[in-house]
Nanobody
Framework: QVQLVESGGGLVQPGASLRLSCTASGFTLDYYAVGWFRQAPGKEREGVAQIANSEGGSRYYADSVKGRFTISRDNAKNAVVLQMNSLKPEDTAIYYC??????????????WGKGTLVTVSA
């Protein structure tokens, strides 16, 4: 059964860090592009970061997170990690991961996780 599960969310203060994981089961995540997305209350879902499949390995970031967030693979755990540093209140959202058979910019996200909540508040 194909499944993506996000973990690592929580409540942190501004300036803190969190490490989100997107763990796959039922398939090898290294063969797919993976994207992290977020949706804040009352806002549309937006792309945060993407990583191409293993052959390319290219990484893409939204302007709002460049220099603060890093996406990487943990193939031993069949996972993709989103390291989030210098968190801001505006990073508060539910974070989702998804997979695509095709690399950016031709991504087609066919499986999604259920999300993990990140709250940044003093």
């Amino acid at each position: 059964q194909v499944q993506l599960v996000e973990s690592g969310g929580g409540l942190v203060q501004p300036g803190a860090s969190l490490r989100l994981s997107c763990t796959a089961s039922g398939f090898t995540l290294d063969y797919y592009a993976v994207g992290w997305f977020r949706q804040a209350p009352g806002k549309e879902r937006e792309g945060v970061a993407q990583i191409a499949n293993s052959e390319g390995g290219s990484r893409y970031y939204a302007d709002s997170v460049k220099g603060r967030f890093t996406i990487s693979r943990d193939n031993a755990k069949n996972a993709v990690v989103l390291q989030m540093n210098s968190l801001k209140p505006e990073d508060t959202a539910i974070y989702y991961c998804a997979r695509s058979e095709y690399d950016p910019p031709l991504t087609e996200w066919d499986y999604w996780g259920k999300g993990t909540l990140v709250t940044v508040s003093a």
